[in-house]
Structure formats: structure tokens, C-alpha cells
T-cell receptor, first 113, second 111 residues
Framework: DVKVTQSSRYLVKRTGEKVFLECVQD?????MFWYRQDPGLGLRLIYFSYDVKMKEKGDIPEGYSVSREKKERFSLILESASTNQTSMYLC????????????FGSGTRLTVV | GQNIDQPTEMTATEGAIVQINCTYQ??????LFWYQQHAGEAPTFLSYNVLDGLEEKGRFSSFLSRSKGYSYLLLKELQMKDSASYLCAVRDRTGGFKTIFGAGTRLFVKA
């Protein structure tokens, strides 16, 4: 089975801190994605990457950056955490752009206080 | 722009059939996905439609009409474990093949 592993299940950080969310997949997938999920809003795409060192902005990139130095790892960075970034963060990967769908990690619930 | 609409909540009875509808607007349609998400868990992939028609996979079927911007997920022989949120998602080839998700439909299955 494809596994997408997110480093933390729960995180509590203070306003202004720099936060790193790590995501690792073990099936050599080309494509990786970061979403946040909020009640009533669904999943919103923050950033995605189709190759090493490649990144593309999603629909809500403000306040975030990403890093993909290795194929298996896609990191989401909150440069200066704010309370409106309190959310569930979901990492996903996919092999290609056909019909396989995404494999999601178990999510990181981030609370910024 | 892109927009996906699906009902917020539905309730159905164990053993029955339920249909969850999804309508979408997108400029570069490149496939429609359905995911299941149990409370507190990650979404899991259920189905994919890129051509018009019905795709059947066990108790679950998904239908697509591209001309109407419409899809539905059909769940047969409902079981209590089917209580979950069902997410409709559309991939759009404009802007880099992004996949946009609807807000999800929470399905409650009662005995």
C-alpha cells in the first residue's frame, strides 16, 4: 500500500512562530499536494509539486511556502504562524494525472494560539 | 472560475439506496473524483469518471454528465459504516491540473 506519512498528528504553536509540516511518501509518486480543510469550506489547495524542486501555487498560498528537495518529501512552511492558520492540514500524493486519485496522509491538526 | 456544489447533509436508512449529487463549473474539465472521509480521518479515493456514463464498483457507483456539469454517487445496501462525508472533486487542466474539492456531504445512516 502507498503510504503518505505526516510527521505530526497534532501541533500547537504560538503566533509568529515558524512552523514546518513534513510529508513523506514511499511509492515514488511524482505529484504531491498540500491542502487545508476547514468546516464548511472543504479542502483548499495551498501548494503542489509535480517534480523535485518544482512548486506551484494553489488557491490559497498566502502565508505559506513549500520545499521539495527530494522526490519523497514535501514540506509546508508557515513563515509566521497566525491564528487564522489554525486548521487541519492534509498532504496527498499521486502517481500521475490519470484516474488513480490521491493518497492522503492522516493529517496534522495545527492550532495557533 | 471553478465551483462545486453538493448537499451539506443527508440521512438514509440501513439497507437502502442513497444518491449524492454534485454539480460543478470548470473551464478545463479533466476528471471527477469521489472520496469518502470518516470523521477524524483522511479522505480515501472511491471513484473516478472522465467520460459520460456510469462507473460501478461494488456497492458504489458514480455517474457523470459532462454537458450538464453533473455527477452523482450512488450507494446501495447502505451499512452503518457508510456514515461519513463524501467529497466531490474536479480536476481542471487550466492552471496546472489542479484538483478542486467540494465542501462534502455528510451522510448519516440510521438503523
Amino acid at each position: 500500500d502507498v503510504k503518505v506519512t505526516q510527521s505530526s498528528r497534532y501541533l500547537v504553536k504560538r503566533t509568529g512562530e515558524k512552523v514546518f509540516l513534513e510529508c513523506v511518501q514511499d511509492m515514488d509518486h511524482e505529484n504531491m499536494f498540500w491542502y487545508r480543510q476547514d468546516p464548511g469550506l472543504g479542502l483548499r489547495l495551498i501548494y503542489f509539486s509535480y517534480d523535485v524542486k518544482m512548486k506551484e501555487k494553489g488557491d490559497i498560498p498566502e502565508g505559506y511556502s513549500v520545499s521539495r528537495e527530494k522526490k519523497e518529501r514535501f514540506s509546508l512552511i508557515l513563515e509566521s504562524a497566525s491564528t487564522n492558520q489554525t486548521s487541519m492540514y492534509l498532504c496527498a500524493s499521486s502517481l500521475d494525472l490519470t484516474g488513480d486519485g490521491y493518497t492522503f496522509g492522516s493529517g496534522t491538526r495545527l492550532t495557533v494560539v | 472560475g471553478q465551483n462545486i456544489d453538493q448537499p451539506t447533509e443527508m440521512t438514509a436508512t440501513e439497507g437502502a439506496i442513497v444518491q449524492i449529487n454534485c454539480t460543478y463549473q470548470t473551464s478545463g474539465f479533466n476528471g471527477l473524483f469521489w472520496y469518502q472521509q470518516h470523521a477524524g480521518e483522511a479522505p480515501t479515493f472511491l471513484s473516478y469518471n472522465v467520460l459520460d456514463g456510469l462507473e460501478e464498483k461494488g456497492r458504489f457507483s458514480s455517474f457523470l454528465s459532462r454537458s450538464k456539469g453533473y455527477s452523482y454517487l450512488l450507494l446501495k445496501e447502505l451499512q452503518m459504516k457508510d456514515s461519513a462525508s463524501y467529497l466531490c472533486a474536479v480536476r481542471d487542466r487550466t492552471g496546472g491540473f489542479k484538483t478542486i474539492f467540494g465542501a462534502g456531504t455528510r451522510l448519516f445512516v440510521k438503523a
